[in-house]
């Protein structure tokens, strides 16, 4: 059973615009949320986190927004430039349990000049 | 430069062989991880490890078998009980100084031919 889903498989946005990549999770023990960003026949680099005592936590372009009663993530990306193109990853963990980060299947966006 | 190194970048497997994907990291991290991606499939967790001599099984660890005899080093064997091998593996490690975000290395490409 998915833990963390990305819904959409693919995102195409206009070069300026805003993007945003949702998430969604089933475990209510999550308390911490991460998202990554991969190019292609590359390892992911982290991006910007959130933990479950904040909604919102902004880090220039992106802002990462939680809504915990819905199990609800999403990050925003405005705006959007060429080199944000990837594949994002939402993931998630239980701090308390020291387990590993779960990951959803991830979105790609592309982003068309 | 502190980081994660995997090796080797590409390697190419006859049916029947074992292989082992090296990696090493030097960010004085406890933790570290392996992970498997596939297309569409994101990123599945074979094994971890959250001290020297210590390893748990993830979720995909089949045909797969691990060793921690150092802090730096993570090496994982892909056996020839794998039924699928051919995937992009990535390696990550977490340390007390990262918090709750884990870094990955660059992966390693694994063929079957």
């Known amino acids: 059973d998915q833990q963390v889903k990305q819904n959409s498989p693919s995102l195409s946005v206009q070069e300026g615009r805003i993007s945003i990549l949702n998430c969604d999770y089933t475990?209510?023990?999550?308390?911490?949320f991460l998202w990554y960003k991969k190019y292609p026949a590359e390892g992911p680099t982290f991006l910007i986190s959130i933990s479950s005592i904040k909604d919102k936590n902004e880090d220039g372009r992106f802002t990462v927004f939680l809504n915990k009663s819905a199990k609800h993530l999403s990050l925003h990306i405005v705006p959007s430039q060429p080199g944000d193109s990837a594949v994002y990853f939402c993931a998630a963990r239980i701090r308390s349990g020291n387990t590993p980060l779960v990951f959803g299947k991830g979105t790609r966006l592309s982003v068309i000049a | 430069d502190g980081g994660i190194t995997q090796s080797p970048k590409y390697l190419f497997r006859k049916e029947g062989q074992n292989v082992t994907l090296s990696c090493e990291q030097n960010l004085n991290h406890d933790a570290m991880y392996w992970y498997r991606q596939d297309p569409g499939q994101g990123l599945r967790l074979i094994y971890y490890s959250q001290i020297v001599n210590d390893f748990q099984k993830g979720d995909i660890a089949e045909g797969y078998s691990v060793s921690r005899e150092k802090k730096e080093s993570f090496p994982l064997t892909v056996t020839s009980a794998q039924k699928n091998p051919t995937a992009f593996y990535l390696c990550?490690?977490?340390?007390?100084?990262?918090?709750?975000?884990?870094?990955f290395g660059e992966g390693s490409w694994l063929t079957v031919v």
């Open positions: 475990n209510s023990m999550f308390d911490y």
């Open positions: 990550a490690s977490r340390g007390v100084a990262s918090g709750n975000t884990i870094y």
